[in-house]
Nanobody
Framework: QVQLVESGGGLVQAGGSLRLSCAAS????????MGWFRQAPGKERDFVAA????????YYADSVKGRFTISRDNAKNTGYLQMDSLKPEDTAVYYC????????????????WGQGAQVTVSS
């Protein structure tokens, strides 16, 4: 059984920063990806970023490129999403997920999900 536990969400003003954490248990990501998605009210759950655990290679959605940074700590089996220069349109519930297989950009490629962390950016 895989468990992903997120932490670090909250309320921040536009231009501010937050860091989300995703602690994994029951599975290591050594040869796979951890991804981050977000879902705003009334919208689809969209890809934000992903990291190949073994090499640290990263991938980003165009909307967050240059502002968000995904990283991981192998020893802690924990992934992070550093979010800087936040905008009101970044407001959403953020989810980390473990890739099962397929495209890293598709949510149906992931089989385990965290509980979600609310991020609210005020203008």
């Amino acid at each position: 059984q895989v468990q992903l536990v997120e932490s670090g969400g909250g309320l921040v003003q536009a231009g501010g920063s937050l860091r989300l954490s995703c602690a994994a248990s029951g599975r290591t990501f050594r040869s796979s990806f951890m991804g981050w998605f977000r879902q705003a009210p009334g919208k689809e759950r969209d890809f934000v970023a992903a990291i190949l655990w073994s090499s640290g290679q990263t991938y980003y959605a165009d909307s967050v490129k240059g502002r968000f940074t995904i990283s991981r700590d192998n020893a802690k089996n924990t992934g992070y999403l550093q979010m800087d220069s936040l905008k009101p349109e970044d407001t959403a519930v953020y989810y980390c997920a473990a890739l099962r297989g397929g495209s890293i950009y598709r949510r149906d490629s992931y089989d385990y999900w965290g509980q979600g962390a609310q991020v609210t950016v005020s203008s």
